[in-house]
């Protein structure tokens, strides 16, 4: 059993950087790949990007590549979301996700464990 816990989520201006944190738990979680999802009033959940569970592979959707950055501590159990360069259209709640893998994956459905999401507001 794996828990999530999001956080750092927050008001910020465009342009600024903002990192988001997701602490797991449960003595499994290092062999869990990590997503990161986004979900925007009336739209639905994004693949933001994920991390493989030896963190060597990280992948990102086109719309935050450059941007943001993904990371993780195993030793810790955390999973980190690094936000730079926000854009008012990242603006939305953002949660973590855990699938016992290796790899990430794009799609929501392919995860176990999700955490209850933080809120990003970015204002122009």
């Known amino acids: 059993q794996v828990q999530l816990v999001e956080s750092g989520g927050g008001v910020v201006q465009a342009g600024t950087s903002l990192r988001l944190s997701c602490e797991g738990s449960g003595r499994t979680f290092s062999h869990h790949a990590v997503g990161w999802f986004r979900q925007a009033p009336g739209k639905e959940r994004e693949y933001v990007g994920g991390i493989s569970w030896s963190g060597s592979d990280v992948y990102y959707a086109d719309s935050v590549k450059g941007r943001f950055a993904i990371s993780r501590d195993n030793a810790k159990k955390m999973v980190y979301l690094q936000m730079n360069t926000l854009e008012s259209e990242d603006t939305a709640v953002y949660y973590c996700?855990?699938?016992?893998?290796?790899?990430?994956?794009?799609?929501?459905?392919?995860?176990?464990?999700w955490g209850q999401g933080t809120q990003v507001t970015v204002s122009s």
């Open positions: 996700a855990a699938k016992y893998a290796y790899s990430s994956d794009a799609y929501y459905s392919k995860y176990d464990y």
